[in-house]
């Protein structure tokens, strides 16, 4: 596929503590995306990249960072974990050009105990 | 009412059999319109992607769309049992000129039966 590797595949933490999953593309899209997985809830964007340094937020960003210092890394980082942020996350990535499809990573999976 | 609604099924049908998965959209500025599978623990792999209304085929995959009614329909023809998943249908409007987030169904649990 677009050749995305998402790290930890797995995580448990304790509440308060602060996590970063990283997100690394072989593909060298210029645009990334965060997003979450939730029963009940499909897939929501938390954050998004155009490009090095350039991000913005999604439609569930409250508690939630990124940064994306190089073309094919994107990290989120959740400052001080809560229980409502235990969900599966994937990233994607899509090429420069209008309205590129998105592929995905294969998740992480985040437990907040 | 949300945006994308997408019955969650379970759907379970006898392999072989002609296979119906749809969803109803309530944003008329939605014009790309996708359709991905997910295996269990497995991340969202794109299975058809169009523009706008009319039909699109690759090989048993059909993907129709009618903006008219807001409604997209996946059909997949000889149903396998490595078919099983869940689909899910995503949109989003015309790009901005940079990143757009997808809007998404919550998906349909697909069940073939040897």
């Known amino acids: 596929d677009a050749g995305i590797t998402q790290s930890p595949r797995h995580k448990v933490t304790e509440t308060g503590t602060p996590v970063t999953l990283r997100c690394h593309q072989t593909?060298?899209?210029?645009?990334m995306y965060w997003y979450r997985q939730d029963p009940g809830h499909g897939l929501r964007l938390i954050h998004y990249?155009?490009?090095?340094?350039?991000?913005d937020k999604g439609e569930v960003s409250d508690g939630y960072s990124v940064s994306r210092s190089k073309t094919e890394d994107f990290l989120l980082t959740l400052e001080s974990a809560t229980s409502s942020q235990t969900s599966v996350y994937f990233c994607?990535?899509?090429?420069?050009?209008?309205?590129?499809?998105?592929?995905f990573g294969d998740g992480t999976r985040l437990s907040i105990l | 009412q949300k945006e994308v609604e997408q019955d969650p099924g379970p759907l379970s049908v006898p392999e072989g059999a002609i296979v119906s998965l749809n969803c109803t959209y309530s944003n008329s500025a939605f014009q790309y319109f996708m359709w991905y599978r997910q295996y269990s623990r497995k991340g969202p792999e794109l299975l058809m992607y169009t523009y706008s209304s009319g039909n699109k085929e690759d090989g048993r995959f059909t993907a129709q769309v009618d903006k008219s009614s807001k409604y997209i329909s996946l059909f997949i023809r000889d149903s396998q049992p490595s078919d099983s998943a869940t689909y899910l249908c995503a949109m989003k409007p015309p790009s901005g000129g940079g990143a757009d987030g997808l809007t998404f169904g919550k998906g349909t649990h697909l069940i073939i039966q040897p």
């Open positions: 994607a990535t899509s090429s420069a050009g209008k309205d590129q499809p998105q592929h």
């Open positions: 990249s155009y490009g090095v340094k350039d991000t």
């Open positions: 593909e060298n899209h210029r645009y």
